[in-house]
């Protein structure tokens, strides 16, 4: 399937959500911050935070998903639907998994996602997929950009599950997206961020 289409023009003449730029800046409200302080199982970003990066996912019937890679391990997720800005979720990059070979990591892409997933001390239900059984990850494809949007600097294949849990404490449930980092034949990850759902008033770009 092709999913961008000609990328090089898609990305370059898509008006980003929220002002969004390359070496724009975010600020987070400290306040949320300091209210979960012990509930979030990831460190709220210091503010203010350079966008290094944006990624670019094509999700097909005018529905995109952008990437805001931030200066300290976090991205700002940024869903758009027919170029109208919709749910914006921070997320906190925390320890990756490094498959012994691309052989390993291959199969742990194809293999099914339990209902649950342990990370640290807490434990995140399953948000994709039905059922008690193994429900597969969802294949998405990225193009990131650092230069400029015009050419992309490389390409990636996602395979990704989404997983919740109720905050201790907070009307909030925190997120944590799992996914199989695909760059290339000696390039491969296993990512693991934590994160929440933010309100247009929890965040400002400038």
Known sequence: MDWFGN???????AKLPYGARLRG?????????????????????????TIEAIGDIDLGEGNRLYRLYLTDDAFLQIATANGEAGDVNLFVY??????????????????GRLPDYTLGNSTYRRVWGEGEGMTP??????????????????DLTLYSMLYSRELPGMDR??????????????????????????????FEIT
């Open 94 to 111: 925390a320890e990756s998994i490094n498959p012994v070979n691309k052989d390993a990591f291959e199969r742990w892409c194809t293999a």
């Open 137 to 154: 990850p969802v294949p998405l494809e990225e193009s990131v950009y650092k230069k400029n949007m015009t050419t992309a600097d490389y």
């Open 173 to 202: 449930n925190e997120l944590l997206l799992v996914a199989g980092e695909d760059s290339g034949p000696t390039d491969f990850v296993i990512s693991q961020a934590v994160g929440i759902a933010l309100s247009t008033a929890e």
């Open 25 to 49: 800046a975010v600020t987070f409200d400290d306040l949320t911050g300091k209210l979960g302080a012990d509930a979030f199982n990831f460190e709220w970003p210091s503010s203010p935070q």
């Open 7 to 13: 990328k090089s023009n898609d990305a370059s003449v």
